[in-house]
């Protein structure tokens, strides 16, 4: 989880009403991406979720055959 840092952020950003990396508002982020210091959740519209969130590594790995 990551953690964000509140400083230099908008009231609507700290409060989830906007999107923590492209401030739109509409429609409301609903994605959490990480957490403030004091556990307040981020969140993020879908299109920059995508971009800080990675993506899980596969849990099945193909062997090779011989």
Known sequence: ???????????????GDA???????????????GRFPDDAPVMACADCADALIPAPMATVVAFPSR
Not at 3 to 14: E, K
Not at 20 to 30: E, L, Q, S
């Open 1 to 15: 989880m990551l953690t964000f840092d509140p400083d230099g952020l908008s009231c609507a950003q700290l409060d």
């Open 19 to 33: 999107c923590v990396v492209c401030h739109k508002r509409w429609p409301r982020p609903r994605v959490r991406v």
